[in-house]
């Protein structure tokens, strides 16, 4: 900035020298001290020499006006050589105000602050496979109004055939319950689930590391301290993303200080977590295979000798032949679910925990010809 200011001063200097110099101005008889007797009319009053016109150049460009120096009529180049240095001083001042201004408004730095990790990681969250990268902001003054997105770039082809080259697809974040808004006043860590909406959804460990494509995270807020808006942008490769790896905790509370500590040092570890390598498609297709059979089993109706003998005592009153029942012997087999949890009685079935009746395998020779009811509630038996 100094050095446009003097450049610009001496260039103007020059120029006011080389009219004085072909004007004739600096010559013995034409200087100011003999200009009354020889009636010499200069270009500019008071011109000496160089410094004289490095000092015009300076008060001219500045409008300082000291009164000792100044412009006659007798040149027309000095008038339209005067024009021209206040017209670009007057530049040069603009662009130097815009320039300071914008400096201490947006700081250089404030990108810098903002860090995200060098990978990011997928892993079980709540039973779904999640893809996850985390970032935060070393500054004291933390960012307002915080929010993130991301794009995958990748290649796709039509069903027609045709091949598009860097077909953008945006990713649904998360952070927390915050969605795409965070509440950005220490490290988070951003959610992207692959569920049946994901363009990972079909996607195994395997496939994935071999697919070509690069997500692309934006990050957006405001400067506390001045309003001004920030960005910050990074991307990850499909090599950069590892499966089966969750980012450890960094923030502890501190007793002593009551308060919430982060520490940087943890920012980019990470731990090995189970973590299935199939596709998010077919690990949710096991699950519904697993729910099916554990609900099936689990609503099998499950008889005593008691209930077998109201069961059998039913079923004559009602004109049913009495080999219905042996028919149906196969229902009265032990139930491997219910053998395995004899002990405990009960077993656990996603969050609910239901009780399980202890089977008695029934055979025919145990059965009495007893018209006496049985001391168990009548079938169908109601699960509390």
Same mark, same amino acid.
């Given at each position: 900035?100094?050095?446009?200011? @003097? ?18 101005? @600096? ?11 020889? #009636? ?14 490095? @000092? ?32 670009? #001083? ?7 105000? #815009? ?6 408004? /947006? ?51 039509? /069903?027609?055939?045709?091949? @598009? ?63 001004? #808006? ?155």
């Amino acid at each position: 900035m100094a050095i446009g200011f @003097l450049g610009c001063w001496l260039t103007f200097a020059l120029l006011w020298w080389l009219i004085a110099f072909v004007h004739t101005d @600096l010559q013995d008889d034409h200087l100011p001290d003999r200009q009354g007797e020889t #009636g010499w009319t200069p270009c500019v009053l008071s011109i000496y020499g160089f410094p004289s016109c490095f @000092l015009y150049s300076l008060e001219t460009q500045h409008t300082t006006g000291y009164g000792l120096r100044a412009i006659t009529e007798e040149c027309p180049e000095a008038i339209f050589l005067m024009c021209a240095q206040c017209l670009i #001083g007057t530049i040069i001042d603009s662009f130097t105000v #815009g320039a300071v201004i914008a400096k201490l408004t /947006r700081p250089t730095m404030s990108n810098n602050t903002i860090m995200f990790t060098r990978n990011a990681v997928i892993c079980l969250m709540d039973g779904v496979l999640c893809l996850m990268f985390r970032l935060g902001d070393l500054r004291k003054r933390k960012l307002i109004g915080v929010s993130i997105s991301a794009i995958l770039i990748r290649t796709k082809r039509t /069903r027609e055939g045709e091949r @598009l080259d860097n077909y953008e697809t945006p990713l649904e974040l998360q952070c927390d319950d915050m969605g795409s808004d965070i509440f950005f006043l220490w490290p988070m860590t951003v959610v992207h689930k692959i569920d049946a909406d994901s363009p990972f959804y079909n996607l195994s460990a395997s496939q994935m590391l071999n697919e070509n494509f690069e997500i692309v995270v934006t990050l957006e807020g405001s400067i506390e301290s001045t309003g001004q #808006g920030t960005n910050a942008k990074t991307s990850y490769l499909s090599c950069e993303i590892l499966w089966g790896q969750k980012f450890v905790n960094l923030v502890s509370f501190n007793e002593k200080h009551q308060s919430y500590e982060a520490d940087f040092k943890l920012f980019d570890k990470m731990e090995w977590v189970e973590t299935p390598f199939c596709s998010a498609a077919e690990y949710e297709a096991q699950g519904n295979e697993e729910n099916n059979t554990k609900t099936t089993e689990g609503n099998s109706i499950t008889y005593t000798d008691s209930t077998k003998k109201e069961k059998e005592d039913t079923l004559q009153c009602n004109g049913v032949a009495e080999d219905t029942v042996a028919k149906h012997g196969n229902e009265f087999e032990e139930h491997e679910l219910s053998k395995a949890h004899q002990e405990s009685g009960d077993w656990e079935y996603g969050k609910q925990r239901i009780p399980v009746y202890q089977d008695v395998i029934y055979e025919e020779d145990e059965c009495e010809d007893s018209d006496e009811r049985a001391d168990t509630p009548p079938f169908p038996v109601t699960w509390v």
